[in-house]
């Protein structure tokens, strides 16, 4: 019987030395070195991935037309960048750029490269400018001038308006890889036609040409206006598709979801000179919905 013993004490010792051997001595806090090579490496756990996206960029670049320029918002027929809701100073506005950097920063890291009138195809002209300065995060309101033209047939055709945006990520890409990049729908065209037509100075400016392939004839309720707004309305919702799809092949661009078209102005939010473009109320609420986008989990 103790030959036994001691033998069924040396066959568990032959097992837990291999036991061990197998596990290696660092599995129970030993000291000794563990195996090396490709097994070893797999053993390894690997380094955290880059996110894809960062809800605190480091600086804010903007890009666009006059609406990111804060047009007619001060005064009439004026920009008035100060307001803008990308990267304005304004207290009463509190920019994307103020909300991500704050406001001594968002001072000296961020730009407004957006023009008045701009359409799409002026986007990788900006996009350029855009990125020669390495920006965090580069924001994007355009498109509302492309269906914001003389007649609906003069009105930017969808393939265009593609091919233009993705030359505009390309030429971003080229400079600045890693920028994370906020693209914000377009407006609502028909909805600021149904809010601006209500007030008689706003339809005396539209006059002046302000979007005339949605706001000419702004009283006229007839079969011919009501299909000419609705042909630019149905060219709007396509644009937006397009920006949706294009930015989601870039894994670090976020689109707003469609909540930028969604939001539905109402007169405090148009300004008081042509009842059309935002008013500092109104750039209020696109900051904070461009807010919500980039620091949401998901876009």
Known sequence: MRKQGHRARAVLAVLAAAVLGVTGCDAVGGTSPGPSGTGAQKGKPSPKPTPAWDSSP?????VGDSITRGFDACSVLSDCPEVSWATGSSAKVDSLAV???GKAKAAERSWNYAVTGARMADLPGQMAQAGTR??????VMVGANDACRSSVSAMTSVAVFRSDFE????????????????????PNLKRLWSEG???PTGKQVWKLGI??????????????????????QQRVEAYNEVLEE?????????????????FRF??????????????????????????????????
């Open 58 to 62: 480091a600086s804010v670049a903007a």
């Open 99 to 101: 909300r991500l950097l």
């Open 134 to 139: 390495r920006p965090g995060l580069v924001a």
């Open 167 to 186: 030359d505009a990520m390309s030429t971003l890409r080229r400079a600045s890889p890693k920028a994370q990049v906020y693209v914000a729908s377009v």
């Open 197 to 199: 037509r209500t007030s």
């Open 211 to 232: 979007c005339p392939s949605m706001l000419a004839d702004a009283d006229a309720l007839d079969a011919a206006a009501t299909e000419r707004r609705n042909t630019v």
């Open 246 to 262: 294009v930015c989601a092949k870039d894994r670090h661009c976020r689109f707003d979801g469609g909540a930028v078209h969604d």
């Open 266 to 299: 109402g007169t405090a939010q148009l300004s008081q000179w042509d009842w059309f473009h935002p008013s500092v109320n109104g750039q209020a609420r696109l900051a904070e919905i461009a807010y919500r986008t980039v620091t949401g989990r998901k876009a």
